[in-house]
C-alpha cells in the first residue's frame, strides 16, 4: 500500500513540475530569442549553430525554473489531495504528514541534485562552450565574409575593401578601410596587406594592417593629416555585436567550476577577479540547490488547505514566494558585495531565514496547531 501510495503522490508533483519547467524555461529562453534570430538571418549563423547556443545557455535558466517549478508543483499536487478530502482521508487511516510528505521530500531531493549539478558542472561548462561557439562564429563571419574587389559593412563603423584575397584567405592585399567610429575625425587607411587575427579570450576578431598609411580630415574639411604605419591593429566589430555582447556575456568566474573557485580563493590571480567576488560566486553556487529543500518544507504545510480556488492559487501563491527569496538573495548579495554583511551572511542568510519559516509552518502543520501569522492559508483543521 505504502508504495502504491508513494508512486501516487509522487505522480500528483511530477506531472505539473515538468510542465511547469518547461514553460518558464521556454520564457526565459524567448527573452534571448530575438538576438539569436538575428544572428540567424542577419549574420548567417546556422541553425544548428543556435539550438547548440540556446542548449549552453539552458543550464543558467535551469537553476532559476528547477525550483520554481517544484514549489509550483508541491502546491498544485498537494492544494489537489487537499481540496479532494483525499489528504482527510489518508489522515483518517492513521498516516501522519511526515508520512505523506515522504514522497514530496524524495521529490524535492531529485530536484537539489539536478540543481547542484547544474550550479557545479553543467553552468560552467555551458558558459565556455558558448563562449567557444560565440567566437567561432565570430571568426567565420569574419574570414567568409570579406571578399575581394567588394565593400564590406559588416562591421559597425567600418567599410573595407580588399583588392585581393589569395585562395588560402589567410591574408588581403591592397586594403582600403573607412573609419569613421570617430565621428569629429573619420579615417582612410590604406594598406598593403591585411590580416585577420582572433582572440579567443576577447571573443573579438582584429585586423591587422601592414604598410600602409592613415588618412584623417577634421570635421571641417580645414585640416589633413596623414600617419605612415608598418603594423597597425583595428579591432572589428560586428553590427549589432554590442547588444549580443550585453546579452550574452560571460566572465572567468562563470566558467568555473566549483572547485576552480575554491582553489582560486586559496591562490588568488592579482589580475584576475577580487577576493569579495570570488567568495561571493562560490558560495552562490553552493547554496542555490538547498532552495528545492526550502521550498518543499513551505510548500507541503502551504499546499493543505480546504479553498476551491485550484490550480491558479498554487501557481500564484509559489511565484510570489519564490519572487520574494530572491528578492532577499539580492539584497544580501549587494549588502556583501559592499562590504556592510560578511558575504557568508549575504548570500546565506535567506536560505537560514526560509528554512526557518519552512520548518515553523512545517511542524506547525503536523501538530495541528494554527499557524501565524494570519496571512497564511492555513488554519487548524484545515484539510
Not at 125 to 133: F, S, T
Request: proline share 4%; hydrophobic share 50%; aromatic share 10%.
Amino acid at each position: 500500500m505504502f508504495s502504491i501510495l508513494n508512486r501516487y503522490i509522487f505522480r500528483e508533483i511530477l506531472y505539473p513540475f515538468l510542465m511547469t519547467l518547461f514553460v518558464f524555461t521556454f520564457v526565459l529562453i524567448m527573452g534571448r530569442i530575438l538576438s539569436l534570430v538575428d544572428l540567424m538571418i542577419n549574420k548567417g549563423v546556422s541553425f544548428t549553430d543556435i539550438l547548440k547556443l540556446i542548449l549552453y545557455l539552458m543550464p543558467a535558466l535551469m537553476l532559476f525554473t528547477i525550483p520554481l517549478a517544484l514549489i509550483i508543483a508541491i502546491l498544485i499536487g498537494i492544494g489537489r489531495l487537499s481540496r479532494d478530502n483525499e489528504f482527510t482521508v489518508l489522515k483518517a487511516c492513521g498516516l501522519s504528514l511526515h508520512r505523506i510528505a515522504a514522497p514530496v521530500m524524495a521529490a524535492a531531493l531529485i530536484a537539489f541534485g539536478l540543481s547542484a549539478l547544474t550550479s557545479f558542472f553543467l553552468i560552467p561548462r555551458g558558459n565556455l562552450e558558448a563562449k567557444n561557439l560565440l567566437f567561432s562564429i565570430v571568426k567565420q563571419k569574419a574570414s567568409v565574409g570579406i571578399k575581394e574587389k567588394v565593400f564590406n559593412d559588416d562591421f559597425r563603423g567600418i567599410v573595407i575593401y580588399a583588392d585581393r584575397i589569395p585562395v588560402s584567405g589567410d591574408a588581403m592585399e591592397g586594403v582600403l578601410l573607412y573609419d569613421d567610429r570617430t565621428i569629429d575625425e573619420p579615417s582612410t587607411i590604406i594598406a598593403s596587406r591585411g590580416t585577420l587575427i582572433s582572440n579567443p579570450q576577447s571573443l573579438t576578431v582584429t585586423l591587422r594592417l601592414e604598410g600602409g598609411s592613415i588618412h584623417t580630415v577634421d570635421g571641417q574639411f580645414k585640416n589633413y593629416k596623414k600617419v605612415d604605419f608598418s603594423t597597425y591593429d583595428v579591432r572589428l566589430d560586428f553590427k549589432g555585436s554590442a547588444a549580443d555582447e550585453r546579452r550574452v556575456k560571460f566572465s572567468k568566474l562563470d566558467e568555473m567550476t566549483l572547485w576552480d573557485l575554491r582553489r582560486r580563493i586559496d591562490d588568488p590571480d592579482p589580475q584576475g577577479p577580487t577576493m569579495r567576488e570570488m567568495m561571493i560566486e562560490f558560495n552562490q553556487r553552493l547554496a542555490s540547490p538547498f532552495t528545492c529543500l526550502i521550498f518543499a518544507f513551505l510548500g507541503i504545510p502551504l499546499g493543505i488547505q480546504s479553498s476551491r480556488s485550484g490550480k491558479m492559487r498554487g501557481f500564484t501563491l509559489g511565484l510570489a514566494l519564490v519572487m520574494v527569496y530572491y528578492v532577499f538573495l539580492l539584497y544580501g548579495k549587494a549588502l556583501g558585495e559592499t562590504g556592510k554583511l560578511p558575504v557568508v551572511v549575504g548570500v546565506w542568510a535567506p536560505n537560514v531565514l526560509f528554512m526557518a519559516a519552512g520548518l515553523y509552518v512545517y511542524f506547525a502543520r503536523a501538530r495541528e496547531r494554527e499557524i501565524s501569522p494570519k496571512w497564511l492559508p492555513i488554519r487548524k483543521g484545515d484539510g
